[in-house]
């Protein structure tokens, strides 16, 4: 892009943090849920030149949306959608139910409450999971009554079980609204609900599924990635949306996907380059490194 880039990375305990030590400067900031977070960074923002924030975990992304327009008046452009998508994003069955709406196959869904009124007019197994969980924690498959728990200590649904192989697809959406760019990969094995090994495939089915699901979520905006099963008997069924980078998102980016470079661009105020030029069968195979201090 010809233009310097120096990248700031902040963490509860920044010099526990990798990437705060791979980062050119680092700095300690509360956790998200704590009320100083936000005047936390915009301090930091103003007194720094901070052109663009890139929030990398679920928890952040509702704070940072409701206080988009406060940093955009420091100049900081803040990657993340409106505060009605992360409200969407964040609770699996109101997903769901949007997707439904607007056209998007989806899994038969209820919340753990609604199953047990009807009980009887499903099919098993089924999947049991946290309203509002990440990285696969609390996912079970379920095979019988008896394998359902009495209690749980969080609000859960349930799903219909699909089969097939499982994809995650990223896509990019401008601030104009408009998709301008999805890339499929199957999820050849997972770890912990992040990819470890994957593959980019063109499947014009799944760039279809990205635009409605795009148009459906109000306010859309840079980096996004979904899950979907392409289920042998349903065909593809939406499971759920993450509106950051994914933590496949390399991938992508090697494939051609020029996401990264068009956040940067929008912070900037530069035109977006294309990201729809990418490779078919670019594989990924990752592998866990350490960083010494």
Known sequence: MGAPIEVHACDLHPDMSAACTLADTHFAAPRCTDEDYIPTLLSYAQQNDISL???TIDTELQPLAASREEFAAL???V???SEQTIDIVRDKKRTMDVLATAGVPVPRTATLEQFRLSQD???WPLFVKPVAGSASRGIAMIN????LQDRYPERMLVQEALGGDEYTVNLFVGEDGIMHGAIPHLRMSVRAGEVEKGRTVRRPEFEIIARRLAEALPGARGVLCFQLFDDPRLGPRVIEINARFGGGYPLADQAGAHFAENVLRTAMGLPLVRCDMWHDGVTMLRYD?????
């Open 75 to 77: 100049g900081t452009y």
């Open 289 to 293: 490194n350490a960083v010494f201090v």
């Open 144 to 147: 019988c009554m008896d394998e």
């Open 79 to 81: 990657h993340v959608s």
């Open 53 to 55: 924030i890139v929030p």
């Open 121 to 123: 007019k499903w099919d």
